[in-house]
């Protein structure tokens, strides 16, 4: 199956800096990448996602990225703030199979 | 529409009791799905439905069961609790099972085995 590896795992920065996230997958069926923000005692809600044949996104503060021949996809974060301190999570999905495989988090703290 | 709902938010078990989480969506999703959620170990997939009457396994379904007798309900069932099945349990849905779906998640039940 997919095996999708999140780094790193603890994050800090300052207040107005930019914070990257990446994430790396194996199976090259995989074609639909999500991002996911959990905070403290709460469920991950999806903030972004890429679809394969996309190669950037972007909302606002945030982006994605996905490189699909070194099978890589990052999440960037620019001009922080506290309320973006939580943890993230990647996941990627295959055509190959009803399954999403997910990271295992980035803890990412914003100082204020 | 309340989206994915679960209970009990929290349950404390004792070893060898069986216990049923629900999980229920009013969103008309085919796909259902139940993680576990462990410290360092992200989320794990337990079991996914496709659709009313269709389940499979996951990546850690060893200790569980399920059933989708509906489109809106999915519950996830212990036989025997063990304190290695302390965790947070999530439930997720999405419209269909195509890979592009987005899979929103319930609040969660968080459950201690003694």
């Known amino acids: 199956g997919e095996n999708v590896e999140q780094h790193p795992s603890t994050l800090s920065v300052q207040e107005g800096d930019s914070a990257v996230i990446k994430c790396t997958y194996s199976?090259?069926?995989?074609?639909?990448f999500p991002w996911y923000k959990q905070e403290l005692g709460k469920r991950p809600q999806l903030i972004i996602d890429?679809?394969?044949?996309?190669g950037e996104k972007k909302d606002q503060r945030i982006a994605v990225t996905l490189n699909k021949t070194a099978k890589h996809f990052s999440l960037h974060i620019t001009e922080t703030q506290p309320e973006d301190s939580a943890v993230y999570f990647c996941a990627a999905r295959t055509t190959t199979g009803n399954q999403f495989y997910f990271g295992t988090g980035t803890s990412l703290t914003v100082i204020p | 529409n309340a989206g994915v709902t679960q209970t009990p938010k929290f349950q404390v078990l004792k070893t060898g009791q069986s216990m049923t989480l629900q999980c229920a969506q009013d969103m008309n999703h085919e796909y259902m799905s139940w993680y576990r959620q462990d410290p360092g170990m992200g989320l794990r997939l337990i079991h996914y439905?496709?659709?009313?009457?269709?389940?499979d396994q996951g990546e850690v379904p060893n200790g569980y069961n399920v059933s989708r007798s509906t489109t809106e309900d999915f519950p996830l069932r212990l036989l025997s609790a063990a304190p290695s099945q302390t965790s947070v349990y999530f439930c997720?849905?999405?419209?269909?099972?195509?890979?592009?779906?987005?899979?929103?998640f319930g609040p969660g039940t968080r459950l201690l085995v003694l």
């Open positions: 199976d090259s069926a995989s074609n639909y």
């Open positions: 439905s496709v659709g009313a009457g269709i389940t």
């Open positions: 890429i679809r394969s044949n996309v």
């Open positions: 997720a849905s999405s419209y269909s099972a195509l890979p592009q779906e987005t899979q929103y």
